[in-house]
């Protein structure tokens, strides 16, 4: 598998070498870590506390059939996100599954015992509708990551759903490696103008520009802060994360969810402990292949930061844990044509 | 039911989740907000507490604040008018806070915390008893507080029965013991609210030629009661707190970091003999009107333990229990017991015989802690660990000792410690260069095994706060020279192993490697820093200091040569 050619990474974090966006300095420190450190120098974020998350919460506690939707992905944190708002927060939410084609049957299960266990309502959405996106990105041989126009769409549908149901919150299960700032929420957690993602932000851009001729998609949001305003034209909803608030590393809440809603971990995805869709390889690839990196490795990178990970654990998450064949069965469900 | 204390806004904020079943959690805001004494609301103590208690806000029933404000601001107001038009400056300075925050309570715990149930004003003297007599293991005790001012009120005492706390006299502002303390501490160059201890300490460098005249100036009574003078002080104005009378009467005050002169030195010698022999007044006078021979004391002076030391051996009391966090902060745990006790009359469930009352961290926190500053994370059993440290200590290291659930109060009692060997002469000068960088005058307290306690102390009395300073045994005290006072005290904390096996454990080694069987036991941190609360606190603190071992949970970590040391 053609992963490009091998890069020094950061001695603090995990991020490789990278230029424009990621350069390593004599020291073999990384850019960003630099900016960090800058950063933290001159004062701290104030932090996120819970009480801060109850006093969102009581806002719109017992509003409507459903006072939260979950956006649910079958992973650990999400269900970790289900688990709480349910039992800790005692709100009542509506778990919401999407399957664009490519969801891993163990994911899905993973949610539909969670909603049993905890006896939410669960609202499961099966899609055809961005298979042809998928396709289009990869045999145009864009450089945009996958997971990109897909969360633009997730969130997009989302909304939707919300919009739907009158559900004033949506809970996702972002952990504090995405960013948890109030000024980022809005653009849904993921910081697009933050450096280490300029170069992959621009290949998306790129590439949704040239959606505009496609009849079938010209419509898809520019960007996560289109898609965002359009949907807030229709409905208003707050977009928060427990995990953001909570003061508890994976390892703690995956050990209850474990025990209280039969959480599993799926057999194969990256980063190994992850539970990400089949098509999230084909990203990976992607973004190995032409940035040396991926979202996953910006978003370690800052847990390794906030001492939430340490580096080994992240670089050991981190491996390649999939190869050719992989690849192969995935371009097969995207139909023949796109290998 | 669950209750929220909280103190805040004047200094050492604080919060504490007090419920059913043995449930007590409680921390210090400067702890998480790392500001020495923040005086913020306290929201990150708060969250820390309710983590730790695995609940949520929505879980609290009442929430109880550890005073009155409008009382106290009546009293303010009341200062500023005498004072005006002096006092225009303080009071321009004083109001945003008072109407932004302090008078309108609910709006802030609105705004911070979503918070629509009861809120529970309690005057802040019965907080201070509270906070002692509700958790000490007495059914009925006589109760004293002293400290600055509270409301209008700077002294009380009364008597506790079960549930129940009445106060039976006070004493009222201006005439304060704690101000007279801390007016002196800022003549004598310190801060005010955080120099006391240093004052305490420097007494013993003087000689107590002015007593005569601060008796005077403070009214001192025999029955321990008192009105200062106050042509000598300036509280009402809100700045300088002395007065140009109490300036060529004593002289100009000392300018902060200047030498220690040998008028100041007797100033502090005075002013600690003054304030012993006004609380032995106050101790006897409660237990003449009481007859009671259990005593529970709390607020500010209560931490000053020259004088609790003197309490508990010269007055007919024959039980003291001194809350370990007799000041404000204490006082968020008091008002929350008031109202779970005194006002709904829920029995008493905790006797406070240790300070763990904080929040703890988990393995594998303390594991990335030390693995993002480059440092090895292999665990130790207990055993060795003990061993291996009492080693250390043996050989002159300086060991960051971090364990468990965090103290609540100003004391480091073996959760977030560094500790040392007593025996040698010059670690009192070591820890000052090397960690602490603290004032040379100040001595440092030592942990001590509790059965061993008699053999090495003149008073065989438990003492788990180090909150008595207590005399060394003349014949012992060449063994631990650096734990000792210049007046031969020392301030003790018992360790037992039914308290903290682990750390009695690494005594109980130390004891073994050198027949001595304390430790030198100083709070893990920086001078003028606030106590580490989390494990990466600690490991920062262990890199930037020069500690030579840091003991952080089943890690066990040594310093190597400067290059592989650091991140």
């Not at chain 1, 402990?273 to 084909?282: E, I, P, Q, R």
């Not at chain 2, 918070?115 to 293991?137: C, D, I, Q």
């Not at chain 2, 010698?269 to 101790?283: D, I, K, P, V």
């Not at chain 2, 600690?538 to 040391?565: R, S």
């Amino acid at each position: 598998m053609d992963l490009g050619p091998e890069r020094p990474i950061c001695k603090r974090c995990v991020l490789p070498h990278s230029p424009p966006d990621i350069v390593l300095d004599a020291e073999g420190v990384c850019s960003i870590c630099r900016q960090e450190e800058a950063r933290q120098s001159r004062s701290d974020d104030p932090p996120l506390l819970e009480t801060d998350f109850v006093r969102l919460l009581q806002k719109h506690r017992g509003k409507g059939t459903h006072d939260c939707l979950v956006m649910c992905s079958g992973g650990k944190d999400s269900t970790a996100a289900l688990y709480y708002m349910k039992r800790r927060y005692r709100m009542n939410p509506l778990a919401f599954m999407f399957d664009h084609g490519f969801e891993q049957q163990d994911a899905i299960d993973n949610v539909r015992r969670a909603a049993d266990a905890l006896g939410v309502d669960l609202l499961f959405y099966r899609t055809d509708a961005v298979r042809g996106l998928f396709r289009k990105m990869v045999v145009s041989g864009s450089r945009a990551v996958l997971c990109h126009p897909c969360s633009i769409w997730y969130m997009s549908l989302t909304f939707e759903m919300a919009a739907r149901f009158d559900i004033p919150l949506i809970i996702a299960g972002w952990t504090k490696g995405q960013s948890a700032r109030p000024g980022v929420m809005t653009r849904c957690a993921c910081n697009v103008d933050a450096p280490e993602y300029r170069s992959m932000g621009e290949a998306t851009k790129a590439f949704l520009k040239t959606l505009r001729d496609d009849p079938q998609y010209r419509d898809f949001p520019s960007s996560m802060e289109e898609a965002v305003a359009r949907a807030r034209k229709r409905h208003h909803a707050t977009v928060l994360s427990p995990h953001w608030f909570l003061d508890q590393a994976a390892e703690d809440y995956v050990e209850v969810i474990r025990r209280e809603v039969g959480w599993r971990p799926v057999a194969e995805s990256y980063p190994a402990g992850s539970t990400n869709c089949s098509l999230n390889f084909l990203s990976v690839w992607n973004s190995l292949r032409h940035f040396g990196y991926t979202h996953y490795h910006v978003e370690m990178a800052k847990m390794v930061r906030q001492g939430l990970m340490t580096r080994e654990e992240a670089l050991r998450a981190l491996e390649v844990n999939f190869g050719d064949e992989t690849l192969a069965r995935v371009l097969e469900r995207l139909e023949p044509p796109a290998k | 039911m669950t209750v929220a204390g909280l103190s805040a806004f004047y200094h050492d904020s604080a919060a504490c989740v007090a419920g059913n079943g043995g449930l007590l959690v409680a921390a210090q805001e400067e702890r998480l907000d790392r500001v020495k004494g923040s005086a913020a609301f306290p929201g990150r103590a708060l969250d820390a507490c309710l983590q730790a208690a695995g609940i949520t806000i929505m879980d609290v029933d009442e929430i109880a604040f550890y005073e009155k404000p409008f009382l106290k601001f009546e009293r303010m107001l009341a200062d500023h008018l005498r004072a005006f038009p002096f006092s225009y400056a303080s009071f321009r300075r004083t109001m945003p806070a008072w109407l932004g925050e302090r008078l309108v309570l609910p709006l802030v715990l609105r705004r911070n915390l979503g918070w629509e149930r009861p809120v529970r004003f309690v005057t802040h003297h019965l907080a201070h008893a509270a906070s002692a007599f509700l958790v000490s293991p007495f059914e009925e005790a006589a109760v004293l507080t002293v400290d600055g001012v509270g409301e209008w009120t700077t002294t009380a005492w009364g008597i506790g029965r079960g549930t129940s706390i009445e106060i039976r006299e006070e004493i009222r502002y201006p005439d304060s013991l704690g101000l007279l303390y801390t007016a002196v501490t800022t003549w004598l160059g310190f801060e005010a609210n955080r120099g006391e201890g240093k004052v305490m300490a420097l007494g013993g460098f003087g000689r107590p030629v002015l007593l005569d005249r601060l008796r005077q100036v403070a009214g001192l009574r025999p029955d321990g009661s008192f009105r200062l003078d106050q042509s000598f002080f300036r509280f009402e104005r809100g700045g300088v707190m002395w007065s140009p009378r109490f300036e060529r009467e004593f002289g100009p005050p000392r300018v902060p970091g200047s030498d220690l002169g040998e008028r100041y030195l007797d100033m502090a010698a005075s002013l600690q003999a003054l304030l012993e022999e006004a609380m032995l007044a106050l101790a006897r006078h409660v237990h003449e009107r009481t007859g009671l021979r259990r005593l529970c004391m709390a607020g500010g002076v209560a931490l000053n333990c020259a004088a609790n030391g003197r309490i508990l051996e010269e007055t007919p009391f024959q039980e003291v229990f001194v809350q370990p966090a007799a000041g404000d902060a204490g006082a968020a745990l008091g008002a929350a017991a008031v109202i779970r006790h005194c006002v709904h009359g829920l029995p008493r469930e905790v006797v406070m015989r240790d300070a763990f009352l904080g929040p703890e961290y988990p393995v594998s926190r303390m594991r990335r802690a030390l693995a993002a500053r480059g440092l090895p994370t292999t665990e130790v059993p207990p055993e060795e660990m003990q061993r291996r440290v009492a080693d250390r200590i043996a050989s002159g290291a300086v060991v960051g000792w971090f364990q468990g659930r965090m103290e609540f109060g100003p004391r480091a009692l073996g959760h977030r410690s560094i500790l040392a060997d007593p025996r040698n002469p010059a670690m009192k000068d070591i820890l000052n260069a090397r960690v602490k960088h603290r004032e040379p005058f100040r001595p440092y307290g030592a942990s001590v095994l509790a059965e061993e306690t008699g053999a090495w102390f003149e008073r065989d009395t438990e003492s788990p706060f180090m909150l008595f300073a207590v005399r060394v045994r003349p014949e012992q005290r060449s063994r631990v020279p650096s734990a000792l006072h210049v007046d031969g005290t020392c301030r003790h904390q018992t360790v037992t192993p039914e308290s903290d096996p682990l750390y009695h454990g690494l005594i109980r080694q130390f004891h073994g490697l050198t027949g001595v069987p304390m430790v030198i036991n100083t709070s893990f941190n920086d001078n003028n820093e606030p106590i580490v609360c989390t494990p990466e606190d600690a490991v920062a603190c262990f890199l930037k200091n020069d500690l030579d071992v840091l003991a952080l949970g089943p890690f066990l970590v040594e310093k190597g040569p400067p290059e592989t040391a650091s991140p």
